[in-house]
C-alpha cells in the first residue's frame, strides 16, 4: 500500500477501472495482469513527479486508462488547494488570539 495519498487514492481508481474493463471484456485478465504490472511499477515509485510521468507513459500506452489519470491529476490539484487553505487556516488561528489587553490604571486616566 502507497503510503502517499494521492497514489494511493489513485491505485484505488486504477483498480476500479481495470475492473470495469474486465467485466465489460474491454480488456483480457491476461492484458490486465500486464497492465497491472506497470501499475503497479509506478506506484513503487513513491516519488509523485515519478509517479506522475510513469501513470502518463502507461495512459499513453492504453488509452483506457485516461480516467484514472485524470483522476490523479484532479487529486494532484486539490491537495495543493488544500495545502494552501491548511496555511491560511493556521495563520488565521494564529491571529486570531491578540494580545491581551490590560486596564489602564487610575494614574494613566488623569
Aim: contains cysteine; proline residues 6%.
Amino acid at each position: 500500500m502507497p503510503t502517499n495519498p494521492i497514489i494511493a487514492q489513485t491505485e484505488k481508481v486504477f483498480l476500479q477501472k481495470l475492473v470495469e474493463l474486465i467485466e465489460t471484456e474491454a480488456v483480457s485478465p491476461i492484458d490486465g495482469q500486464t497492465i497491472t504490472k506497470e501499475f503497479l511499477k509506478c506506484v513503487d515509485l513513491e516519488d509523485v513527479a515519478k509517479f506522475k510521468e510513469a501513470l502518463n507513459n502507461l495512459t499513453l500506452k492504453y488509452a483506457d486508462f485516461k480516467p484514472v489519470y485524470s483522476e490523479f491529476l484532479r487529486l494532484e490539484e486539490q491537495n495543493k488547494v488544500d495545502n494552501v487553505l491548511n496555511k491560511m487556516q493556521g495563520l488565521m488561528q494564529n491571529n486570531s488570539n491578540p494580545l491581551p489587553v490590560s486596564e489602564p490604571t487610575a494614574a494613566q486616566i488623569t
